[in-house]
């Protein structure tokens, strides 16, 4: 969204104040966008960095002297209960949303105790600074996929968890106190069991995002190949804009509850390698098992061979084994029932525009010229690329 439409007087002001955690991450940005079209003041949680961490929302930030400005951004850590509090009390929101987190399960066995502090730790300090402050607010937990861990497909709310991972530990006890202030303090709190969501704007170093890139780095002349850990595992993976939609649902209910969003479709990582190439006009192959397995140009578009350097036979995937996780998740896949009938929510973007959508967006980014039918679909589905959920839900 455009910092002008923001600004328009037509848009509807709610009156309505969220305060979002996490607001410089991928769903932060989309939620933003999101929670400003339906008219609401949004205040979000930034961390002071010797670089600027806000380029996600960079678009929709009007100066805070601007008199119809409704974005403000405060500093604060999740591992600093003082500023919480005061930053719950004095803005006084209607609705938290609290998705800051230490977001990477590979990242978390390097840092098992930073990611317990943030991830676990972190809600406990938010849910206590709104039942300190006395405030009346609706709280929506970013809860995961990951805590189903090694449970077996499909899951849903009632599935049991076994987390596989500190990130995932920790999200499991983040769960638990966010069911434990609704029962104890009577307080609207609701745990979003997402399931992956993706989009242009993922972190670079999420496996979907590592291969757009890569696939758009190694046609543009820019990397020579991709490093993978396990092209197995499966996952069900969503456009991430229709997915902060579900979080509002969530806080518009009349009763809090917990509910699992995805799109009940699963695919392999390899899935996800041999379509991002062929979208951009190159046939992958396989040769080899296990760490020695490589990925191989099988064939290029005509309409590729005068854009690239990349020839058949060229190796352009490798395994790494430095990204295999010590205990993994394999197979990820949501039953929706209940969102679906509760929230009546039902994602419309598919895996193979998912794909479209994010290598059409990273071609873009390195220089590559495209058809671009990933912004078609977005557009035809009432999802614009760039002023993007304004249209949704
Ligand atoms: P993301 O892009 O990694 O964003 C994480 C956000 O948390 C960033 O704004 C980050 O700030 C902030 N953060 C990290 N450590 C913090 C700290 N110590 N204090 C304050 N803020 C901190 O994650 P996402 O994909 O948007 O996901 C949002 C939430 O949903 C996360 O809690 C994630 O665990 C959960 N989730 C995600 C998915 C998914 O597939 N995306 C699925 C299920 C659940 P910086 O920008 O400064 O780093
Ligand atoms: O993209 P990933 O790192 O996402 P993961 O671990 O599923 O976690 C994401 O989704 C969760 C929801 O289920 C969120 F809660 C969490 O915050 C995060 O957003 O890895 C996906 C799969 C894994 O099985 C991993 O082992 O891809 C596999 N993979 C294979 N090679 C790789 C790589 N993952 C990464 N990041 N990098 C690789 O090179």
Known sequence: MEAEDLKREDLPHTGRKALITGITGQDGSYLTEFLLSKGYEVHGLIRRASTFNTGR???IYVDPHVSDARLFLHY????????LTHLIYNIRPDEVYHLGAQSHVRVSFDMPEFSGNITGL????????IRRSGINTRFYQASSSEMFGASAPPQNEKTPFYPRSPYAAAKVYAYWMTVNY?????MFACNGILFNHESPR????????KITRAVAGIIAGKQDKLYLGNLEARRDWGFAPEYVVCQWLMLQQDKPADYAIGTGESHSVRDFVELAFRYAGIEIGWEGEGV??????????PDLRNMTSVNVGD???EIDPKYFRPTEVEYLLADTSKAREMLGWEPKVTFKELVRIMVESDMELAGVNLS???KKVLEEKGINWTKNVQTVG
Not at 202 to 209: A, D, K, L, N, Y
Request: no cysteine; net charge negative.
């Open 122 to 129: 972190g809600t406990t300090r938010l849910l206590e600074a």
């Open 292 to 301: 020695d397995e490589k990925g191989i140009v099988r064939s290029l578009s």
């Open 182 to 186: 609704r029962e104890g303090y009577n």
């Open 372 to 374: 671009f039918e990933g």
């Open 315 to 317: 190796v352009i995937l």
């Open 57 to 59: 929302i960079d678009h």
């Open 202 to 209: 993922r972190g670079e170093t999420f496996v979907t995002r």
């Open 76 to 83: 604060g850590d999740l591992a600093d209960s003082g500023q």
